[in-house]
């Protein structure tokens, strides 16, 4: 766990060099949670006694940051930032942790709308039966307010559907979050019929990229992914001649990114490609018209230069 601060003889603080600081706050506010722990700690704001004592807060030291209003008391032995995310805090005080898809959504992965709920892995018995995510494979204790991408992946695969769990790892791989071969081992205790799910895990830069995939590919029809077509990537490539662009609103809302997307078309359109460009709300909210008029395309061969197979 990487370090950000550390009490001196003295009683202060002494500021890891990459600590972010805000200069507008008076200087002992620095010495709250935002400074230690983690990057994950800092932006969520919900920290264990355990883990502020390992990074030498005393007793005394969180005594001193409730009274400021620097922390607040969430339960016994864990604290938050008044700024904390409130998802975080819930879940603290109910005696678990975020969890599943929304601690991997916390990690930054992409999260498909079905699983944008608040899940929570409970540290009780009786409350992890009751109501909860629960991991495939061995149950750690919760020593932090969110799950490490391992225990939350490996409680995904209980709660996600087949190809939501694909959408996930896809965008766990290209974040580099973790490896196939870790994914495949964190399975091993899941049912068959996931772990073949895992087997259509492939290359894509965002989950509406993986939705198209693994639709057209049930569907049959060839698809390959981040294709280098001339100095351009394209995210999707039906047949030889079929471009499917997937934009996603964060990449794509802009004039200036929408200007390159036009000249983009139009310099594959002239090299002999037929470009479609899905968006967010048509992908996930009207995939059945999407896919009719897709099919169609395919099924009339348009999607091969003439004279291929």
């Not at 005594?63 to 938050?80: C, P």
Request: aromatic letters at 4%.
């Amino acid at each position: 766990m990487p370090r950000t601060a550390r009490p001196s003889q003295h009683g202060r603080w002494r500021r890891h060099p990459r600590s972010p600081v805000d200069s507008s706050r008076p200087a002992a506010a620095h010495a709250t949670i935002a400074c230690v722990i983690d990057p994950m700690v800092q932006r969520m704001g919900v920290v264990s006694a355990a883990q502020l004592e390992a990074e030498g807060w005393r007793r005394n030291d969180r005594r001193r940051a409730l009274a400021a209003g620097q922390l607040t008391l969430v339960r016994a032995g864990w604290y938050a930032r008044q700024d904390a995310d409130v998802d975080v805090v819930a879940a603290v005080r109910a005696h678990g942790c975020l969890s599943c898809a929304s601690a991997l959504a916390r990690h930054g992965a992409w999260i498909p709308e079905r699983l944008r709920g608040v899940h929570v892995r409970m540290t009780r018995v009786a409350d992890r039966r009751a109501a909860g995510c629960a991991p495939y494979g061995p149950v750690p204790s919760i020593r932090s307010a969110i799950d490490d991408v391992e225990t939350a992946f490996r409680c995904l695969l209980r709660c996600a559907e087949d190809e939501d769990l694909v959408v996930v790892a896809d965008s766990l791989l290209h974040l580099r979050l973790t490896t196939q071969h870790e994914l495949e081992g964190w399975s091993t205790s899941a049912p068959r019929r996931l772990r073949r799910a895992l087997a259509r895990i492939d290359r894509a830069e965002s989950g509406l990229e993986t939705i198209v995939r693994v639709r057209l590919r049930a569907k049959g029809v060839s698809v390959r992914t981040q294709v280098q077509i001339g100095r351009h990537r394209v995210d999707l490539l039906v047949g030889d001649r079929l471009i499917v662009e997937c934009d996603g609103g964060e990449h794509h809302a802009g004039w200036a990114a929408q200007t390159a997307d036009r000249a983009r078309d139009r310099e594959l359109s002239l090299a002999g490609y037929v470009v479609v460009r899905l968006t967010y709300g048509q992908i996930v909210h009207d995939w059945e018209a999407v896919e009719a008029d897709l099919m169609a395309f395919v099924r009339a061969d348009r999607h091969r230069r003439r004279g291929t197979t």
